[in-house]
């Protein structure tokens, strides 16, 4: 059953003096830490969480139902993932700022989310007076980069792969058959073998499913 995004209605009155609510939307699969970050953010007086969804193909909608200045969002997500929606934002709501939230340290990841769009990326357990800084930041039209995230992304290095050789290997982490992944992405099935056999050879792996471990812990898929 598709999750309906979950409306936050009502804005707190701002002290005299301040400017503008800066409207939110967040995107996070996990309804606790959601609900969390929103109670969390919902504290700040300049900051208003106006939508919360648990699927990533939900961000891009919801976020120009609300007009929302900056959506926050988790990476991995039904639907989409919060790179796949910040790309999308990129191109339907150029105006709407992206600040990613990870709990994973894989080096690509700022990589990716910074090709996506993104112009924020920190750690999910971070303080809160951290996302609210870095929130206000990107709204502003900077960015922030949490420093020991940027840190690990600078050691772990480029990914090795191509676009087609990740591609095979996204379509085969569910166990997929060679003959499946090729009616799937629509190569022959010595191609599939070949980007499979090419990919292995540049993880250093002994296999493919150990292919696929290693390249999303490095954060290239």
Known sequence: MKQEPRLRK???P???GRGDVTKLVLA??????????AALLGLEDDLEVVAEVGRGD???DTVVEHGAAVAVLDIEMPGATGL????ELRERAPDCGVVILTS???PGYLRRALSSGARGFLAKDAPVEQLAGAIRKVHGGGRYIDTELAAAAMVGGESPLTDREA???RAAADGATV???ARNLHLTEGTVRNYLSNAIGKTGAENRMAAIRTAQDMGWL
């Open 84 to 87: 796949e929606a910040a790309a």
């Open 28 to 37: 996070d699969d996990e309804h606790l830490v959601r609900g969390a970050i």
């Open 14 to 16: 701002l002290p005299s």
């Open 179 to 181: 003959a499946r992944i």
């Open 58 to 60: 939900q961000v891009v």
């Open 167 to 169: 591609e095979v290997l």
């Open 104 to 106: 994973f340290g894989r």
């Open 10 to 12: 009502g804005s707190k």
